[in-house]
């Protein structure tokens, strides 16, 4: 088993998250408002937590009952929590665990798995994960809505799902680090939902070769990742306006006016005009990181 922590009263320093004994930390990607200013995860204190070692496994929870919502809002719910991974620095290949805090009863899981299946079309149902008590994760991996599960000991009538990858240690109460309350957690499989984790012999998001250069940037761009095979701007420019010279200006951007016409679903504008600017973002993304 490994030992983690979990909280949103504050931010301990990752010092103090080790001296803890804490091997990754469970961390919000929703605002805790002005009750719970720390409660959101943000970059800074994502490279502070990696620089020191320690995991992160995802979390979203807004309201204790959000998934009563349903499925578009666990839609709307899962496009803003994977924003913030990607604008924290993670991937978005790796699970987010969604929260169900509090004692559903057997009628609202219907909502509640709805949800869940709101925020697979936007992760995909390999990445979706739930935490709440032992009847409401039980059901919702039975229903195969959820892939991983996080199980707090509150609401579980002192039973445990064989299946779940964390569990949080209620009974162990809380552990003050650096100041701030935390609850204690144990993952209890190899992969429980860390950043950092990559199965055996894969590589994080690998390129499918068979994909055209274009379709993969595309891809690539969209989900935040931006890997060794975006190596060739221009053969992606090429690619995107047919190999016509006319459509660059003197500056080297593309022309839209020469290139093809507005695409009335795109507001009238072109899609070598909106992907010309992603180009360029895509360049000083590589320049930044050295590649």
């Given at each position: 088993?490994?030992?983690?922590?979990?909280?949103?009263?504050?931010?301990?320093?990752?010092?103090?998250?080790?001296?803890?004994?804490?091997?990754?930390v469970?961390?919000?990607?929703?605002?805790?408002?002005a009750?719970?200013?720390?409660k959101?995860?943000?970059?800074?204190?994502?490279?502070?937590?990696?620089?020191?070692?320690?995991?992160?496994?995802?979390?979203?929870?807004?309201?204790a009952?959000?998934?009563?919502d349903?499925?578009?809002?666990?839609?709307?719910?899962?496009g803003?929590?994977?924003a913030?991974?990607?604008?924290?620095?993670?991937?978005?290949?790796?699970?987010?665990?969604?929260?169900?805090?509090?004692?559903?009863?057997?009628a609202?899981?219907?909502?509640?798995?709805?949800?869940?299946?709101?925020?697979?079309?936007?992760?995909?149902a390999?990445?979706?994960?739930?935490?709440?008590?032992?009847?409401?994760?039980?059901?919702?991996?039975?229903?195969?809505?959820?892939?991983?599960?996080?199980?707090?000991?509150?609401?579980?009538g002192?039973?445990?799902?064989?299946?779940i990858?964390?569990?949080?240690?209620?009974?162990?109460?809380?552990?003050t680090?650096?100041?701030?309350q935390?609850?204690?957690?144990?993952?209890?499989?190899?992969?429980y939902?860390?950043?950092?984790?990559?199965?055996?012999?894969?590589?994080?998001?690998?390129?499918?070769?068979?994909?055209?250069l274009?379709?993969?940037?595309?891809?690539?761009?969209?989900?935040?990742?931006?890997g060794?095979?975006?190596?060739?701007v221009?053969?992606?420019?090429?690619?995107?306006?047919?190999?016509?010279?006319?459509?660059?200006?003197?500056?080297?951007?593309?022309?839209?006016?020469?290139?093809?016409?507005?695409?009335?679903?795109?507001?009238?504008?072109?899609?070598?005009?909106?992907?010309?600017?992603l180009?360029?973002?895509?360049?000083?993304?590589?320049?930044?990181?050295g590649?």
């Amino acid at each position: 088993m490994i030992f983690g922590l979990d909280y949103a009263g504050g931010r301990p320093s990752p010092s103090a998250i080790v001296a803890a004994g804490a091997s990754f930390v469970c961390r919000y990607l929703s605002d805790g408002g002005a009750e719970l200013p720390a409660k959101l995860l943000v970059p800074d204190e994502a490279a502070g937590l990696r620089a020191a070692g320690i995991d992160i496994v995802s979390n979203w929870e807004t309201t204790a009952d959000r998934m009563l919502d349903g499925y578009s809002a666990g839609v709307d719910d899962a496009g803003a929590a994977l924003a913030q991974v990607l604008d924290c620095g993670g991937r978005r290949d790796r699970p987010i665990y969604f929260s169900a805090d509090f004692d559903a009863t057997p009628a609202q899981q219907a909502p509640i798995n709805a949800y869940l299946q709101g925020c697979a079309t936007v992760l995909g149902a390999s990445n979706v994960g739930v935490y709440g008590g032992y009847w409401v994760v039980s059901r919702a991996l039975d229903a195969g809505v959820a892939a991983y599960a996080w199980q707090t000991q509150a609401w579980s009538g002192g039973q445990q799902d064989p299946r779940i990858a964390i569990l949080q240690d209620n009974a162990a109460g809380y552990a003050t680090v650096d100041g701030v309350q935390c609850d204690m957690d144990w993952a209890l499989i190899t992969d429980y939902g860390q950043w950092s984790y990559v199965p055996k012999g894969d590589t994080v998001t690998a390129p499918n070769t068979e994909v055209p250069l274009t379709q993969q940037f595309f891809t690539d761009f969209m989900t935040g990742y931006i890997g060794p095979e975006i190596t060739d701007v221009k053969t992606i420019r090429e690619q995107l306006t047919g190999g016509r010279d006319d459509v660059y200006t003197d500056s080297g951007q593309i022309d839209a006016q020469k290139s093809y016409p507005g695409w009335p679903q795109l507001g009238g504008r072109t899609l070598v005009d909106a992907v010309a600017q992603l180009l360029d973002d895509v360049e000083a993304i590589k320049a930044k990181l050295g590649a």
